[in-house]
T-cell receptor
Framework: AQSVTQLGSHVSVSEGALVLLRCNYSSSVPPYLFWYVQYPNQGLQLLLKYTTGATLVKGINGFEAEFKKSETSFHLTKPSAHMSDAAEYFCAVSPKAAGNKLTFGGGTRVLVKP | KAGVTQTPRYLIKTRGQQVTLSCSPISGHRSVSWYQQTPGQGLQFLFEYFSETQRNKGNFPGRFSGRQFSNSRSEMNVSTLELGDSALYLC??????????????FGPGTRLLVL
């Protein structure tokens, strides 16, 4: 069975500082990988996804993530945090088989300090 | 295009009752998935429907069921509600076509409170 671990349930960063959210997965076969963001009282919005090809993936709002097979990781970064980045972020995986079945990590809540 | 819509947005029920939640996917999308979000268990996959057939299923008891109509709209039903069913229920739609993971677009959710 697949599993996803996000290190740190809460992260606090200063405005303008680097945002780094960690995600490790457990799977016998590299799955598809995703990062979603959830703002208060809203659904999830896709930031980026990795399927195949280039391991550095760029997403919306200045976020990017790098797939490292040897480390089974898919960490999310943003060079300079903005106040609007305050939200909860979820890493997710899905198997490379037909269908949509996401397994989510526990989430990381990001607080941005002015 | 209009996004994924879910109705109702908020719901209060009592233990033992049943509830039906509705999800209208993005026009043209044939796959609808349902997720439960709670503070304790996080986000958990319930099931996915594609072209009116259940394609994937999570590890939830039989009290949780769903269906999809020919217009791709989906409903989720929970019978004999328990306090632990209080959660945000999220619906997501995607094209569902083969060839890679389609992007899942999430609705705003239905917040269910069981008293």
């Amino acid at each position: 069975a697949q599993s996803v671990t996000q290190l740190g349930s809460h992260v606090s960063v200063s405005e303008g500082a680097l945002v780094l959210l960690r995600c490790n997965y457990s799977s016998s076969v590299p799955p598809y990988l995703f990062w979603y963001v959830q703002y208060p009282n809203q659904g999830l919005q896709l930031l980026l996804k990795y399927t195949t090809g280039a391991t550095l993936v760029k997403g919306i709002n200045g976020f990017e993530a790098e797939f490292k097979k040897s480390e089974t990781s898919f960490h999310l970064t943003k060079p300079s945090a903005h106040m609007s980045d305050a939200a909860e972020y979820f890493c997710a995986v899905s198997p490379k088989a037909a269908g949509n079945k996401l397994t989510f990590g526990g989430g990381t809540r990001v607080l941005v300090k002015p | 295009k209009a996004g994924v819509t879910q109705t109702p947005r908020y719901l209060i029920k009592t233990r033992g009752q049943q509830v039906t939640l509705s999800c209208s996917p993005i026009s043209g999308h044939r796959s609808v998935s349902w997720y439960q979000q709670t503070p304790g268990q996080g986000l958990q996959f319930l099931f996915e429907y594609f072209s009116e057939t259940q394609r994937n299923k999570g590890n939830f008891p039989g009290r949780f069921s769903g269906r999809q109509f020919s217009n791709s709209r989906s409903e989720m039903n929970v019978s004999t509600l328990e306090l632990g069913d209080s959660a945000l229920y999220l619906c997501a739609s995607s094209s569902g076509l083969a060839g890679g993971p389609g992007t899942q677009y999430f609705g705003p959710g239905t917040r269910l409170l069981v008293l």
